[in-house]
């Protein structure tokens, strides 16, 4: 692979599905070439307005895409590539 070539591998999975292994496994082999993101990061604290409340019960949704703070995430993955381009 010539140098600036990227590849992005997304994993997801079902909860305790091993998606945290596979990661941290894939970012030793690739050690000092890899980072990783993890949307777990990015959830919004339970403070934060903008949950949304499941209706009928007394928690947030945290399945739906309003619980992460999806600017943050794409600003991080942006300053990942900005530094990794400007060494």
Request: aromatic share 8%; proline share 1%.
């Amino acid at each position: 692979m010539a140098t600036g070539d990227w590849i992005v591998v997304g994993i997801s999975g079902v909860t305790c599905g091993g998606k945290t292994m596979l990661s941290k496994a894939l970012h030793d082999k690739y050690a000092g070439l890899s980072r990783i993101v993890m949307q777990d990061n990015y959830f919004l604290p339970e403070s934060s307005d903008r949950h949304v409340r499941v209706e009928g019960m007394q928690h947030f949704n945290w399945d739906c895409m309003g619980a992460l703070d999806m600017e943050r995430m794409r600003c991080d993955v942006a300053d990942l590539i900005y530094e990794a381009t400007n060494k």
